[in-house]
């Protein structure tokens, strides 16, 4: 028998000769060397083989609920809900630097100083700076100088435009004027 060889150095050769003897024919027993690591107990072996079954049977379920599912789409809608989603924040992020600048330009309101800057050349450069609009605000000073307070002496109000006639307060003839215009009394 020499599968027990290992036995062999422990028992001493007689002994061992009479083990082998006495093992010899019989179907009852089976000796392994557990140390080897190549002995697996029948239970221990179907308990293995369940659990293996058991996650085999879950892997199977949950390929089941991606039967019928494009993978490549799913990946190509994430794509696309990214380039989307950072072309917005992008956007938004530009749009709040763009109305910043405007209010720092000192304008009566921006609301009226937007239509007169272009948004499509304004860009953000490597540092994070905005280029494209201090021009924009510039020209916008020099060509529509009416929407900034500076232009306007300082206040918050654009300045009054003479438009020709007299804007001081009428004379008591002119005012007897109009007062017969209207078909009343004198004071």
Known sequence: MGH????????????YEQVEAKLKDNKDVNL??????????????????????????????SVKKFDGVDIDSLKNQVTEWQKKYDKDISETKLNSAIQLAVAKANPIDSKALMPYIDKSIIKFDQEGNLVGLNEQIEKAKKDQSFLFAENNGGGTKPKQVNLGGQHTNSTESEEAELRGAFGLKAK
Not at 4 to 13: C, E, I, M, Q
């Open 32 to 61: 392994a060397n557990l140390a080897s690591g190549e002995y697996v107990s029948k239970a221990k072996y179907d308990d293995d083989i369940k659990a293996r079954d058991a996650k085999i049977s879950e892997l199977t379920d």
């Open 4 to 15: 027990l060889d290992f036995l062999k150095p422990v028992l001493g050769d007689e002994l």
